[in-house]
């Protein structure tokens, strides 16, 4: 369970460099030997400890869990029901905000247009009429 480096290994660090006792290119071993890990069983057991203390771990995260569910479990259900509701109501909020914020910049796109159309329109209605042809009277 321990890391036991104490330097036998002649620095190979027990293969946990990813390499174990790998050949290079040009060390040792005939060629095309590269692939071969000499000390595989020492590797695997060096890993295989590893995992166990990973599961015993994982053992007793399960392990404090069920006491906890055991002991408070339905306090903590209740805090967990009332933190789940305050998340609701703020991100339903945040998404009305939101959709507020999109329908006014979708509006704030148009406008202008809709400024090109009123000044058109407030052009128009200022330009001077052309006066009508006056009549000319008659001799009465």
């Known amino acids: 369970m321990h890391d036991q480096r104490d330097g036998r290994d002649g620095g190979r660090d027990q293969g946990r460099d990813g390499g174990g006792d790998r050949r ?6 005939p060629q095309g030997t590269e692939f071969l890990e000499l000390e595989l069983s020492r590797m695997l057991l ?18 404090l869990k069920e006491r906890l569910r055991e002991r408070i479990g339905g306090e ?28 006014r910049m979708q509006s704030a ?6 400024l090109r159309a009123a000044l058109a329109q407030g ?18």
């Open 24 to 29: 290079r290119e040009g060390e040792g071993g």
């Open 46 to 63: 060096s890993r295989a400890s590893e995992v166990a203390q990973e599961a015993a771990i994982e053992l007793m995260r399960e392990a």
């Open 76 to 103: 903590l259900a209740a805090i967990g029901r009332l933190a789940a509701d305050e998340l609701a109501d703020d991100v339903a909020a945040n998404l009305e905000i939101e959709a507020r914020i999109v329908a």
């Open 109 to 114: 796109a148009g406008v202008h247009g809709r």
């Open 123 to 140: 052009a128009r209605a200022s330009e001077p009429r052309a006066a009508a042809p006056r009549r000319r009277r008659g001799k009465r």
